[in-house]
Every structure is written in C-alpha cells, then in structure tokens.
C-alpha cells in the first residue's frame, strides 16, 4: 500500500482492479472498457488479460499472462517479448512490430493489422492467422505447427519445409 499527500490508504494496482470487478474469480483479467493505458511492471496475470478495444498502448517488458491474451482492436503498436500461455489474438489492432523470437503457445491473429514482417524465429505452436495483412514474405526461420491462413497478403514465396528452415505442421491457406 502506499500513501497520498492527505496520509489515507491509497489501494495498490491489484486491489484497484478487484474493487471494480475486472479480476474475477479465476485470476482472468478484463480491461476493455477501461481509461487505463498501462499495466505495471512485473504483473502476474494468473488466467487470461482480455484488453481487447481498450486504450492500453504498451504492455511491460515483464508481465506474464498464464492464459491467453486478446488484445483485438487495441492500441498496441508492438508486444514486447512476454511469457504467454496461451494464444495472442492481436486481430485488428495498431500492431506493426513484434520481437524476434517470439513463442506462442497457442494460435497467433494478426487478421487486419499493419505488420509488415514477421520476426526471426517466431516459433507459434498452434495456427498463424495473416489475412489482410503487409507481410511480404515469411522469415526462413518460421516454425508454424498449425496452419498459415495468408489470403490477402503479398505473400508470393513459401520457404521448403527443410529442418534448419521453415517447419510447418499444417496447410498453407492462400
């Protein structure tokens, strides 16, 4: 707890979130129709963070969601590089960057963002969702174990499945 010039209690992150019902029971964390733009360092979100709409435009470097993420038509411009145990649904968002090396655990939504270029060593366990997107070609490090849904994109080459290169466990969607 920390303390204001008037020297009351002033609730701490968590327990602003819990007073206004957004962290639920099973540790799922809801911020959509919120004014909040951030989330403080070092947060734990023990279920899924559902900032899908809001106005958050970053999240820390080190925050964890045991869950998945959603983050649809949000703000965000760039993921940092989180520990997610889930799938990242970034559809229709301001994304235009994420970092190299990135893992999802789950499928990756990039439908309708302005991302260019996906990053050295993107390694997503589930589908890669690319429709409606700039991306131009896919880095020869992919690892992919589901489906690559790419229609509407200027996509025109798609490295061989070889094992230092791309791996792909499903289909190609054109």
Same mark, same amino acid.
């Given at each position: ?22 962290v639920d029971s099973y540790g799922n964390l809801k911020l959509g129709n919120t004014a909040l733009t951030e989330l403080p360092e070092n947060y734990i979100v023990k ?8 106005? @958050?435009?970053? *999240? %820390?470097?080190? $925050?964890?969601?045991? /869950?998945? !993420?959603?983050?649809?038509?949000? #703000?965000?411009?760039? &993921? ?9 649904n970034l559809t229709g968002s301001k994304l235009k960057v994420l970092p190299a090396g990135l893992t999802v655990k789950g499928d990756l939504s990039l439908v309708n963002?302005? @991302?260019?270029? *996906? %990053?050295?060593? $993107?390694?997503?366990? /589930?589908? !890669?969702?690319?429709?409606?997107? #700039?991306?131009?070609? &896919? ?36």
């Open positions: 707890m920390s303390t204001n010039a008037m020297s009351k209690t002033k609730p701490a992150f968590v327990d602003t979130l819990k007073l206004h019902g957004y279920g899924f963070l559902d900032i899908e709409g809001s106005e @958050i435009i970053r *999240l %820390p470097n080190t $925050l964890t969601i045991t /869950g998945h !993420l959603n983050a649809a038509h949000s #703000k965000l411009t760039t &993921l940092p590089k989180i520990d997610v145990g889930g799938y990242i963002t302005p @991302i260019r270029a *996906l %990053p050295r060593r $993107l390694n997503v366990k /589930g589908n !890669l969702f690319l429709t409606n997107t #700039k991306v131009k070609q &896919l880095p020869p490090d992919l690892q992919v174990g589901g489906d690559i849904y790419m229609r509407n994109t200027e996509i025109t080459n798609v490295p061989e499945n070889v094992p230092e290169n791309v791996r792909i466990g499903g289909r190609l969607y054109r």
